[in-house]
């Protein structure tokens, strides 16, 4: 991907350099194939293989005795695979995930703003204790929100000694438990890039803009969140995409009202044991997120830059 | 996905071990009288894999029907029956079984069996016993499943549920009951499982039932019916099992309809049942143990085990057998087909059928099991029990699941999800 611009900004700067060798853009290009090569082999065995493995059973069938069948392909189970009683749970997905993304940029853009601006010397530290919760691993941590969440537990008895509710108030397996387990492990993927893209902004257009008597709020509205678009999009990216497809977090804090189109996909494989009717609805939801990715990602770029 | 299954070289195992039960041989002997035998007898599963793996098409189900030439379970042990009557076992019954083998890989739940259990049979047999733990039994199945013979393990405890894929599939082989005496030992309605005709394949472990839990911190009443599951009093506070079939179970002893039906107007009569009762629930629950003593739910269906572990937690716990009736579950030992210690295996499981082993380890556990000839072992308190002992009126009431398959299977599913989502 990056050998098309690589060559033409060699060629671009103009006549002055036309006299570069002819056969130079192709040596770059063989370097380039050289280096990424590792990627593509990874890519490759753990991404392309396994997709294409998905696409293959989901165009199987399922015998009677609960085997795939690859004999004959066909795409029955995309036929099958939209049904009705499945768009709850597609719309808690999107919701979850909505909330998320939002949550995570809305907490983590003033997070990552003052971390750039004011860390000073304890820059790295500070994003160091940003990414400190990944060392302890993630079910243990969603576990301990159960224990602070659940109704005998931690949060409900302050409020219970505080008098501020006589019975325990349903926190967990509730939308909240759930959107606030998801923030919570998602923040730190939004506040990386966020940080990014702020702290590589020219703290001079910020002065320039303040120096034309642009109010901090104008300054900030206009210099600095249109040029910091990027690490938004990019944490955008990075939250929503596996938020919608997660798991865990909407299965252990979830309850009866929270099922996820990802739980539906579990059940298909798991107790149906429906092998290609479960690749066939999770291939089709790929597919559906990335596209709709694809499509969000050029209307706010083409907005970004528009302005 | 490796489900393909090669039915010779089970075969070929058995006469091996037939072999050396008669001969008393060791694995040593064994192996050099092989090589006297030539290659081409340590070969033949081999080549016989890959005549079949060239012969069937890409379907794996293929092969597997393939290997066994009917799909009827109960066709397949006829004539592996008929084999295993040629040993000479039949002449002495209870001789002293060969033990060549000096281990056993025994594949199985977390504390399941009596504390000393391992470390008697060790003394016993001298062999050494490798006790590998699985926590679900999705895991547990995978595992067994993912080269189609056992995945390394001699000894595990499916389902009884499961049994009958285990057999097509040649996950698991036929048991030789010859080297299993202490079989007697079982009671008279454990002895012909539909799951497993003669039990031939498998020999039954614990069982258990599934009703519900209520804590009378929160709930005073004294609950006996399902109906108490649909109680709009304790909304917000009730926990359903989250299993298909025990979910669909319920709701048919709650309306009265046939368990394990399969017919569309009965599913859609349960479906609606649980429509209407999933806006009083507080989750589809897969750790009632948890859920119940830490205080969301109030009421929740389960199963008896785990009731008996929710009271360590909180002593007041309850548990009920509901009036209608009840899902009895029961699970199994068996030996894999890939079995490295086939002898060691059958020899752990007539070990395991002891009345005195099998009430140590209900003692142990809180699991009744099948053994007659413990009952008189076991701990006066768990036998005086109404819900782990039920009194013969209550247990006549108690239905166990069939494992569902085809388009059966996909008709719970898609009520399920229909339901989840």
């Known amino acids: 991907m990056a050998e098309v611009p690589l060559r033409e900004r060699s060629v671009a700067p103009g006549a002055a350099t036309q006299a570069r060798p002819p056969t130079a853009p192709r040596r770059m290009r063989l370097g380039g194939a050289f280096f990424v090569l590792p990627g593509v082999i990874w890519l490759a065995a753990f991404f392309l293989i396994p997709l294409v493995a998905i696409l293959i059973v989901s165009l199987g069938t399922n015998d009677a005795t609960g085997h795939i069948d690859l004999s004959v392909l066909n795409l029955q189970n995309y036929f099958q695979a939209i049904r009705p009683e499945y768009v709850p749970a597609f719309v808690n997905s999107l919701r979850y995930a909505g909330l998320t993304t939002v949550l995570s940029i809305v907490i983590g853009y003033p997070i990552a703003y003052w971390i750039s601006r004011y860390g000073g010397k304890r820059k790295v530290l500070l994003l160091i204790l940003v990414m400190l919760p990944f060392w302890t691993s993630y079910l243990i941590r969603t576990y301990a929100w159960m224990i602070i969440l659940r109704d005998n537990g931690v949060l409900n008895s302050i409020l219970q000694t505080l008098g501020l509710t006589s019975d325990p108030i349903p926190l967990l397996n509730t939308d909240f438990s759930v959107v606030l387990g998801m923030t919570y492990g998602f923040l730190p993927f939004a506040i990386l890039p966020l940080y990014v893209s702020i702290d590589r902004l020219d703290e001079h257009l910020v002065q320039a803009a303040r120096d034309l008597y642009a109010s901090g709020r104008a300054a900030f509205l206009h210099v600095t969140l249109p040029l910091t678009m990027p690490g938004i999009i990019a944490a955008a990216l990075l939250t929503f995409i596996p938020a919608i497809g997660d798991y865990v977090t909407p299965d252990l804090l979830g309850g009866a009202q929270t099922t996820t189109i990802a739980k539906v996909v579990q059940v298909i494989f798991t107790s149906g044991r429906d092998w290609p009717y479960g690749s066939a609805l999770g291939f089709l939801l790929m597919v559906v997120t990335l596209g709709g990715t694809l499509l969000a990602l050029r209307s706010l770029r083409q907005e970004t830059f528009a302005s | ?421």
């Open chain 2, 1 to 421: 996905m490796t489900r393909e299954h090669d039915g010779s070289s089970v075969d070929l195992e058995r006469q091996l071990v037939q072999v050396m039960a008669e001969n008393r041989l060791t694995r040593r002997q064994l192996l050099e009288r092989m090589g006297a035998l030539g290659i081409a007898t340590a070969l033949a599963p081999i080549v016989a894999a890959c005549a079949q793996a060239g012969l069937t098409s890409p379907s794996p189900s293929a092969s597997a029907l393939g290997v066994v030439p009917t799909t009827n379970p109960t066709a397949a042990p006829s004539a592996t029956a008929g084999a295993s009557a040629s040993a000479p076992a039949s002449a002495a019954p209870a001789a002293t079984p060969p033990t060549a083998e000096k281990d056993l890989i025994v594949y199985n739940w977390d504390s399941y069996i009596g504390e000393n259990t391992v470390a008697e049979f060790e003394d016993k047999y001298g062999i050494k016993v490798k006790y590998v733990r699985f926590t679900d039994a999705v895991t547990q199945m995978a595992s067994l499943r993912k080269d189609g013979k056992g995945g390394g393990y001699d000894v595990s405890y499916p389902a009884s549920t499961e049994i009958p894929g285990l057999v097509r599939d040649g996950v698991i082989q036929p048991l030789h009951i010859e080297w299993i005496p202490n079989i007697v030992n079982l009671g008279t309605d454990w002895q012909n499982p539909d799951y497993d005709q003669n039990n031939l394949h498998s020999v039954p472990n614990y069982w258990w039932t599934t009703g519900f839990t209520w804590d009378p911190a929160k709930i005073k009443d004294d609950l006996t019916s399902w109906a108490s599951l649909w109680n709009a009093d304790y909304s917000g506070h009730i926990g359903m099992l989250d299993d298909v079939q025990e979910c669909f179970a319920a709701a048919s002893f709650h309306l009265g309809l046939p368990i394990n039906s399969t017919a569309d107007s009965d599913l859609d009569q349960a479906l609606a049942s649980l429509e209407q009762q999933k806006p009083l629930l507080r989750k589809y629950t897969d750790d009632d143990i948890g859920d119940m003593t830490s205080g969301q739910l109030w009421i929740s269906h389960a199963w008896s085990g785990d009731w008996v572990q929710m009271t360590y937690d909180n002593p007041d716990i309850k548990y009920a057998i509901p009036s209608e009736g009840a899902i009895r579950g029961s699970d199994t030992m068996v030996v894999t087909s890939g079995a490295q210690h086939p002898i060691a295996a059958n020899l752990w499981i007539d070990f395991n059928l002891d009345a005195r082993i099998s009430a140590a380890n209900s003692n142990y556990t809180g699991y009744l099991g099948p053994n007659a000839a413990a009952m008189t072992t076991i701990d006066p308190r768990l036998l005086a029990d109404p819900n782990i002992n039920p009194a013969a009126a209550v247990y006549s009431k108690l239905t166990e699941l069939i494992q569902l398959e085809g388009a059966d299977l996909d008709k719970y599913t898609q009520r399920w999800n229909a339901l989840r989502a």
